[in-house]
């Protein structure tokens, strides 16, 4: 059964600084892996995207690695702002065909102390 | 372009009480999916379905039943509502499997 981990539950960092969200999974055959934030009271919006044939994702100041082997997957945030304070999910993609979904982790909350 | 809308956006219903939760989506895709999310044991997959027509079960389908009449909409049903059910609902959809999926803003709802 596939399990999603995300260290730490919490973090908190001064405005500017760069920073990592980690996320591990127990097993490698994956489909795809996918990062949210979650806003206090409000829905999942997606981040990115990495199918299990790619390395890594960037979108503006975000970047987004997979290892699938390792079964590990990194959210690089460069100078981080405090609107980026909010919860961080990420979920793979796994099953066989017909019964895959996604499996998330419990999430990272990030707080940016301006 | 709305994307995935949810209503309603709130609900308190008492024990054995029925209601239909409603999605809908504008992106003309063909997977829709119904989750709740509890404090403590995160996101989990309640129903979905690939397409028109069809239906099937997730992680925690017991106590709901789902319809998907329109490729358009997605319809939750809890039938006689139970304290366990109080949870946040989210509606999502993706064009295919593989594809990324894309969340509604949520039903909160309490079941006293």
């Known amino acids: 059964k596939q399990e999603v981990t995300q260290i730490p539950a919490a973090l908190s960092v001064p405005e500017g600084e760069n920073l990592v969200l980690n996320c591990s999974f127990t097993d490698s055959a994956i489909y795809n892996l996918q990062w949210f934030r979650q806003d206090p009271g409000k829905g999942l919006t997606s981040l990115l995207l990495?199918?299990?044939?790619?390395r890594e994702q960037t979108s503006g100041r975000l970047n987004a690695s997979l290892d699938k082997s390792s079964g590990r997957s990194t959210l690089y945030i460069a100078a981080s702002q405090p609107g980026d304070s909010a919860t961080y999910l990420c979920a793979v993609r796994s099953g066989v065909q017909g019964a895959q979904k996604l499996v998330f982790g419990q999430g990272t909350r990030l707080t940016i102390n301006p | 372009n709305a994307g995935v809308t949810q209503t309603p956006k709130f609900r308190v219903l008492k024990t054995g009480q029925s209601m239909t939760l409603l999605c809908a989506q504008d992106m003309n895709h063909e997977y829709m999916y119904w989750y709740r999310q509890d404090p403590g044991m995160g996101l989990r997959l309640i129903h979905y379905s690939v397409g028109e027509g069809t239906t099937a079960k997730g992680e925690v389908p017991d106590g709901y039943n789902v319809s998907r009449l329109k490729k358009q909409n997605f319809l939750l049903g809890l039938e006689s509502a139970a304290p366990s059910q109080t949870s946040v609902y989210f509606c999502a959809s993706s064009y295919s499997r593989v594809d990324e999926q894309y969340f509604g803003p949520g039903t909160r709802l309490t079941v006293t």
């Open positions: 990495i199918q299990s044939s790619q």
